[in-house]
């Protein structure tokens, strides 16, 4: 069993910055790529970045160039540094990896941009 635990999430004034923490526990050693979701009521979960167990990254377009994703894997820890955001950005924010065929989420963490 895996799971994953977000932190850092919260409010900040656009143009400023902030990184979200996902831990994992459990038998980490069968997780190879962490991703980022996030999510608004009513719209569909939409991919943020991703990066694989070697750290390769692939980023949505809406967030190229403002957000990192990164990984410590002797920490079993993926992060979302996000600077320059932007009110559009505000979602709940949700850690995930893929458990053999299952797709693992976890709680979701809020991060509220204001103008």
């Known amino acids: 069993q895996v799971q994953l635990v977000e932190s850092g999430g919260g409010l900040v004034q656009a143009g400023g910055s902030l990184r979200i923490s996902c831990a994992a526990s459990g038998s980490t050693f069968s997780i190879n790529a962490f991703a980022w979701y996030r999510q608004v009521i009513g719209k569909r979960r939409e991919l943020v970045a991703q990066?694989?167990?070697?750290?390769?990254?692939n980023y949505a377009d809406s967030v190229k160039g403002r957000f990192t994703i990164s990984r410590e894997n002797g920490k079993n820890t993926v992060y979302l540094q996000m600077n320059s955001l932007k009110p559009e950005d505000t979602a709940v924010y949700y850690c995930?990896?893929?458990?053999?065929?299952?797709?693992?989420w976890g709680q979701g963490t809020q991060v509220t941009v204001s103008s």
């Open positions: 990066i694989s167990r070697g750290g390769t990254t």
């Open positions: 995930n990896t893929v458990i053999g065929l299952s797709p693992l």
